[in-house]
């Protein structure tokens, strides 16, 4: 039986990629002054850049559950099956959304057949999950298999990132104010994960070079075969630093694929520029 992927726009795929390998675009909005935009659709993460440098603080919005709806009864009306992996529950009502429109189909569409993950994860860390799902429907993998992977990646997806300012993160209500306190300090640079699904602080640094160190003793710790495995990069519009941590990886671990992204509007929107994100499988827990 064929199955249809779902994923929505913040994953820092590019447009490319949902129509090349059949996924169906979940956008979410940017708000820019009185404008909405949908993403990756009417608006590019490098206009929302040079929206924030010019002073504007643009705002999000999770999809829109009239166009989930639309999606979800062509997917009952086709008798395919459905897989949408969500952006983080924790940083998106996008999930819980998705969750109530499917319960409402499901009323007209008894038959409906769809699973939704929440991804607990962001930007890259989400979208590789998404690559990888397409790779093994192209496959023809069955689809318990791919449910049962897409899970276990979810689970073991890591987020190792840096803000530039972390006010931006906290006036979009995705960090508390009292967790970015330091930003804005003298060359102080903070280094934050996820954790279940939420932004989590961990350590201040100061100084750049040592961030990054920093960065890559925590791949360490926490990462498995890293020599092999697929890392992800993403960044603010920040391709220099991008590149030099992708020379630092390559050199301590001898890492052969990368794949380096410029930050989506979404998430851009939010983080601002400067960002540096890495993203990675970590050790399974016992």
């Known amino acids: 039986m064929t199955l249809k992927l779902f994923a929505d726009s913040a994953c820092d795929l590019p447009l490319s990629f949902y129509e090349e390998n059949n996924v169906e675009l979940i ?34 919005s999770q999809a829109s559950p009239q166009r989930l709806q639309e999606l979800f ?26 969750i109530m429109v499917k319960n409402q189909v499901k009323e007209q569409f008894p038959d409906l057949d769809l699973t939704i993950i929440d991804s607990k994860a962001v930007s890259l860390g989400y979208g590789m999950t998404v690559m990888a799902l397409a790779e093994r429907i192209k496959n023809n993998e069955s689809k318990e298999d791919i449910i ?19 006010e931006f993160l906290a006036a979009g209500g995705r960090l508390s104010r009292s967790s970015a306190f330091f930003g804005g300090l003298l060359n102080i640079k903070p280094l ?5 699904g939420k932004l989590v602080p961990l350590e201040k640094i100061r100084g750049k070079k040592k961030l990054l160190k920093r960065m890559l003793d925590l791949m360490e710790e926490r990462g498995i075969d890293l020599e092999n495995q697929l890392i992800g990069i993403c960044h603010g519009d920040d391709e220099e630093t991008a590149l030099v ?25 939010h983080a601002g520029p400067g960002t540096l994100a890495v993203f990675f499988l970590k050790k399974p827990s016992v």
């Not at 940017?30 to 404008?35: F, K, P, T």
């Not at 099956?81 to 009502?93: F, N, T």
């Not at 934050?192 to 279940?196: P, S, V």
């Open 245 to 269: 941590m992708k020379k630092m990886i390559e050199e301590r671990f001898g890492t052969k694929n990368f794949y380096i992204r410029l930050i989506g509007a979404i998430v851009a929107s």
């Open 148 to 166: 049962k992977f897409a899970q276990s990646n979810c689970d073991r997806m890591e987020h190792l990132f840096t803000i530039e300012d972390l």
């Open 192 to 196: 934050l994960h996820i954790e279940e």
């Open 27 to 60: 956008t979410l909005q940017v708000h820019i002054d009185d404008q909405e935009y949908q993403d990756l659709q009417n608006i590019q993460p490098e206009q929302v850049y040079e929206e924030i440098r010019a002073g504007k603080m643009p705002k999000t």
């Open 73 to 98: 009864t062509e997917l009952a009306k086709s008798g395919e099956s459905g897989l949408y992996i969500a952006m983080s529950s924790g940083l998106s009502g996008t999930y819980q959304t998705a």
